[in-house]
């Protein structure tokens, strides 16, 4: 499983430790991805996912996982949020036929 933000996908970023004496070794900087269960309010369940606490501060400043997904654009999403958007926006729409 890849250490990438399944929302946002932000993934490892590569730099160099430099050493008192200026050598450069490669390193990789892990994206701090946390296991949470979402709450989806209109789909009515929690949804797992694995996000960054700044994914996690974006969900709470858009007011929800339903209308930060709805809110951006599908080129900014990975595959795996772009399906969940897909199925928020059916389960609305089912909602508002109803």
């Not at 070794?25 to 994206?31: I, L, N, P, S």
């Not at 269960?37 to 209109?42: F, K, Q, R």
């Not at 209308?67 to 990975?78: Q, R």
Request: charged share 30%; with cysteine; glycine share 6%.
């Amino acid at each position: 499983m890849a250490r990438r933000c399944s929302l946002t996908g932000k993934a490892s970023q590569f730099g160099n430790n430099v050493s008192h004496s200026n050598r450069k070794t490669r390193r990789r900087f892990q994206a701090n991805i946390q296991k949470v269960s979402v709450t989806s309010e209109i789909l009515g369940r929690a949804i797992p996912l694995r996000v960054t606490p700044a994914t996690l501060r974006t969900i709470e400043h858009n007011g929800g996982l339903d209308n930060f997904l709805l809110t951006t654009s599908n080129l900014k999403l990975p595959e795996e949020a772009r399906i969940l958007k897909k199925r928020i926006l059916k389960a609305k729409e089912k909602k508002a036929a109803a």
